[in-house]
Nanobody
Framework: HVQLVESGGDSVQSGGSLRLSCSVS??????IGWFRQVPGQEREGIAV????????YYSDPVKGRFTISHDRSKNMGYLQMNNLKPEDTGIYYC???????????????????WGQGTQVTVS
């Protein structure tokens, strides 16, 4: 049974930091990514990391502020978010796939397993 569970979402002030976690069970992924969604908007890919940790990509809005990582031994993914801005507010999802990360990593269709999401609010 494949399960992804996010945690760490919270309400913070602008300029603050949060660290999101994603527990992956029943699954050996080769690509793990983070997405966020604001009501009324498409779910957007913001960061991705391959299993070996050798390839990492970020969307432009978060580049330089967010860091994706994961611990293979624990099957845990992380998203460190620094210098948060109000426009970072949204529901954050982790996603994983058996396939290697592709050039289209930012597309929802690239991932076959998703968590339930965790709310991040920046004011």
């Amino acid at each position: 049974h494949v399960q992804l569970v996010e945690s760490g979402g919270d309400s913070v002030q602008s300029g603050g930091s949060l660290r999101l976690s994603c527990s992956v069970s029943g699954y050996t992924y080769n690509c793990i990514g983070w997405f966020r969604q604001v009501p009324g908007q498409e779910r957007e890919g913001i960061a991705v990391n391959n299993r070996e940790g050798t390839s990492t990509y970020y969307s432009d809005p978060v580049k330089g502020r967010f860091t994706i990582s994961h611990d293979r031994s624990k099957n845990m993914g992380y998203l460190q978010m620094n210098n948060l801005k109000p426009e970072d507010t949204g529901i954050y999802y982790c996603a994983a796939d058996l396939r290697r990360c592709s050039i289209s990593w930012y597309r929802r269709q690239e991932y076959n397993s998703w968590g339930q999401g965790t709310q991040v609010t920046v004011s």
